[in-house]
């Protein structure tokens, strides 16, 4: 167990620890790049004297950093690794996919988890954010378990650099500006046109964000800029129950899809860095 | 038991460039086998499938054609067993080259399941034999020379402990003192664990020094196989560089002149 499982997961929290050590003034950087970015996109709210838009707007920033920071650490993974020139060498070690997968979404977890508090922190001196009587722990429990659906579509995502070394980083990048744009992270759904909606409901991120409203009480009528009404968890039991589900659908479909894309990576020599 | 046993293999690579559909084969009906704790050098020249050869052994290449076992195991079908049981050098000292020997070594390390501690214990043996200063086993990777890169890529393949070693060129790019560091250092490996080793390397006097055979491989086929001196008496050589050109140069001009 220890040697087979445990040892080797933590093998990669380790390795992804210290690199994230390593390059942490582009840690730094990014993170300034998201506080910029969640200030002025909450500052509309606050231009517009409307609370619920503020807090829709900073929910929206908080959610889609995390969500995405999440995605693209497992998406990129693979990509760093075939550009350092790893790739062959984790690749042949006796570790299952699913404990790479684990090892590295266990860093991606916590590392997104710090990053958005961080930019909370400093949001708060942009913003005057009143959080009383929303439900945060709540909140929490849904960004947790949406994490399970972005870890199977950042696996998914994963093997585009390994078959094409040139445009993959493009498309795992394209993929994630179109769950920014149907999820309705900064505005409801509803204002999409009709042909883009369907996919709205394919997108993780949709569901995490309808529950995180309810459990803030952006929308509750009783909720005024002194205080909020948010909703139990026992109220998002349904967004819960389909992120569950995502889960439990694209993790396995993910380690499927990488199976595959590596046993054809090995197949016509794709695991080399040149050629 | 043989240490590797390699029937028919064949490897192509196929790729489109403007629509024209290209082959290469890498490797065309290779076979051969190394006895446990045997060292057997491949020698070749540029392209002629060494690496290739090495690819497909340490699992990270499928074969089109033929049959491989290591140490009894059929690959691909046992794949794992055979991952847990080698330890592979390559030419690029392949590291996450702004971490520290050390954090590389120790994520190793826990990737083959072996304990921060027992790792970094051996790792330091492994290194203060090679003659790297351990003083600079917490700079950066990408402060190192190469032949110092290469000492720690070979302190990586040995920290399991592997009883097969498939090494591609191990010594190209050091020192003269360096690279005799580590021919010292293989020949006391294979003395003390037994370990078998492949390897390959365009160094004649190496290949004379450590191997027991040594195989010629040419445009992906191997063209002769033997110790040196058979390899020198089949091709009237007075060397083994004169022998290495005799035997695997001739059908390298043939093919400059084909269309
Ligand atoms: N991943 C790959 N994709 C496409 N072609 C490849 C790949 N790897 C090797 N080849 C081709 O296969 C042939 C054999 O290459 P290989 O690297 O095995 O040669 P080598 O004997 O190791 O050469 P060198 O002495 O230069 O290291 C070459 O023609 C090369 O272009
Ligand atoms: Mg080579």
Do not use: C
Not at chain 2, 86 to 107: C, H, M, T
Not at chain 2, 201 to 226: K, S, W
């Amino acid at each position: 167990m220890l040697r087979r499982f445990l040892l080797p997961m933590w093998a990669f929290v380790f390795r992804d620890f210290h690199l994230t050590r390593r390059y942490f003034s582009w840690v730094l950087v990014f993170t300034f790049y998201a506080i910029v970015n969640a200030a002025t996109i909450a500052l509309i709210g606050v231009a517009q004297g409307d609370f619920r838009l503020t807090l829709t707007l900073v929910l929206g920033a908080l959610l889609w950093s995390y969500l995405s920071a999440m995605y693209q650490e497992i998406a990129n993974s693979i990509a760093y690794e075939r550009w350092e020139g790893t790739l062959e060498y984790t690749f042949m070690a006796p570790v299952s996919r699913l404990v790479h997968l684990l090892g590295v979404s266990l860093f991606a977890t916590f590392y997104s988890v710090v990053r958005t508090a961080v930019i909370l922190l400093g949001l708060a001196l942009f913003v005057d954010l009143n959080l009383q009587g929303a439900n945060l722990l709540g909140v929490l429990v849904v960004l947790l378990v949406g994490s399970l659906a972005f870890m199977g579509l950042g696996l998914m995502a994963a093997i585009l650099p390994v078959m094409s070394p040139e445009n993959g980083a493009q498309a795992t990048n394209i993929l994630q500006g179109i769950l920014l744009l149907v999820s309705g992270i900064y505005y409801p759904v509803s204002v999409l046109p009709a042909w883009v909606q369907p996919l709205a409901y394919l997108s993780p991120a949709t569901y995490a964000l309808e529950a995180s409203r309810k459990l803030m009480g952006i929308q509750h009528p009783a909720s005024s800029p002194e205080g909020l009404v948010g909703a139990p968890l026992s109220a998002v039991v349904p967004e819960l129950l389909v992120l569950l589900l995502m889960g439990l659908a694209f993790i396995p479909l993910g380690l499927l899809v990488f199976s595959l894309a590596e046993r054809w990576a090995k197949r016509t020599g794709k695991l080399k860095r040149t050629g | 038991m043989w240490a590797i046993e390699v029937k028919n293999l064949s490897k192509v690579f196929r790729k489109t460039t403007f629509g024209r559909r290209q082959e290469e084969w890498a490797l065309k009906g290779v076979s051969f086998q190394v006895g446990v704790g045997e060292t057997y050098a491949l020698l070749g020249p540029n392209g002629s499938g060494k690496s290739t050869l090495i690819r497909i052994l340490s699992t990270l290449l499928l074969p089109d054609a033929g049959r491989v076992h290591i140490l009894g195991h059929p690959l691909p079908q046992e794949e794992r067993k055979v991952r847990e049981k080698i330890g592979r050098v390559s030419v690029d000292a392949a590291f996450y080259k702004k971490l520290s020997p050390q954090e590389n070594l120790l994520f190793a390390a826990q990737l083959y399941g072996l304990s921060p501690r027992e790792a970094e214990a051996r790792a330091m043996a492994i290194l203060e034999r090679l003659g790297l200063e351990t003083r600079r086993f917490g700079d950066p990777l990408e402060e190192m020379s190469r032949g110092m890169q290469q000492k720690v890529a070979i302190a990586r393949a040995l920290l399991i402990r592997p009883p097969l070693l498939l090494l591609d060129e191990p010594t190209t790019g050091l020192d003269p003192k360096s690279r005799r560091d580590v021919q010292a250092f293989l020949e006391e490996l294979r003395r003390e664990e037994g370990t078998t080793i492949l390897l390959t390397t365009h160094d004649m006097v190496e290949a004379e020094r450590l191997a027991h055979r040594l195989g010629f491989l040419a445009r992906g086929q191997l063209v002769a196989e033997g110790t040196a001196e058979e390899l020198k008496r089949l091709a009237g050589a007075l060397d083994l560089e004169e022998a290495f050109i005799r035997l695997t140069g001739e059908g390298l001009q043939e093919e400059a002149h084909a269309p």
